[in-house]
């Protein structure tokens, strides 16, 4: 039995434009996006409760609609619920997806990537880094890294929007911080 074609890209294009370029999947636990340049971004999310400081997100991006369907074997408009976490995590895992954590008390974001057997923590708007010698991949790892230094945090925003350099004694936790996790 042959295979089903792909679905053609065309086709997913128009489906995106007519729902304004933006599809909720599974409940809204998946979301869909159509850039103007024609990349498609898919974001499972992964924690997302009333009166948390942040949500958690799992993001995966593909350089056009074509890459997405071929990447998920998608042959009809249906197919688009078929579309699974694990594939998503898979990704994440081999370094081709970010977990992206939006930090509410802060406007700002922390994000996680998988290079080399470990988890990069980093944050551009932060100027924040952090490397941590084993792969965080359980929503439960990310939600300790994020309340365990949540005051940490809170200091590299407060002086970042002071506009005042991080304090040395910042600096030494972070790296105290770091330390620790290479003993884990």
């Given at each position: 039995?042959n295979?089903?074609?792909?679905l053609e890209?065309e086709?997913?294009i128009?489906?995106?434009?007519?729902?304004?370029n933006?599809?909720y999947?599974?409940k809204?636990?998946f979301?869909?996006?159509l850039?103007?340049?024609g990349?498609v971004t898919l974001t499972?999310f992964?924690?997302?409760?009333?009166g948390?400081?942040y949500e958690?997100?799992?993001i995966?991006?593909?350089?056009?609609?074509g890459a997405?369907?071929?990447?998920?074997?998608?042959?009809s408009?249906?197919?688009?619920n078929?579309i699974?976490?694990?594939?998503l995590?898979?990704?994440y895992?081999s370094g081709?997806?970010?977990?992206?954590?939006n930090?509410w008390?802060?406007?700002?974001?922390i994000?996680f990537?998988?290079?080399?057997?470990?988890?990069i923590?980093?944050?551009?708007?932060?100027n924040?880094?952090?490397?941590?010698?084993k792969?965080l991949?359980?929503?439960d790892q990310f939600?300790?890294y994020?309340?365990?230094?949540?005051?940490?945090?809170?200091?590299?925003?407060?002086?970042k929007?002071?506009?005042?350099?991080?304090?040395?004694e910042?600096?030494e936790?972070?790296r105290?911080l770091?330390s620790?996790?290479?003993?884990?």
């Amino acid at each position: 039995m042959n295979p089903m074609p792909f679905l053609e890209e065309e086709i997913l294009i128009a489906y995106f434009v007519k729902n304004e370029n933006i599809l909720y999947l599974k409940k809204n636990t998946f979301c869909l996006h159509l850039s103007r340049e024609g990349s498609v971004t898919l974001t499972h999310f992964l924690f997302n409760e009333k009166g948390a400081w942040y949500e958690i997100e799992l993001i995966v991006q593909y350089p056009s609609a074509g890459a997405f369907i071929e990447a998920h074997g998608i042959s009809s408009l249906k197919n688009l619920n078929d579309i699974s976490a694990g594939i998503l995590m898979s990704a994440y895992l081999s370094g081709n997806g970010m977990v992206h954590a939006n930090l509410w008390n802060y406007e700002t974001e922390i994000n996680f990537k998988i290079e080399k057997r470990r988890t990069i923590v980093f944050s551009l708007p932060m100027n924040f880094y952090d490397e941590i010698e084993k792969v965080l991949s359980l929503t439960d790892q990310f939600r300790a890294y994020l309340d365990e230094r949540e005051g940490l945090l809170n200091q590299i925003v407060q002086e970042k929007l002071n506009r005042v350099p991080i304090r040395p004694e910042v600096l030494e936790e972070i790296r105290k911080l770091q330390s620790a996790e290479k003993l884990m």
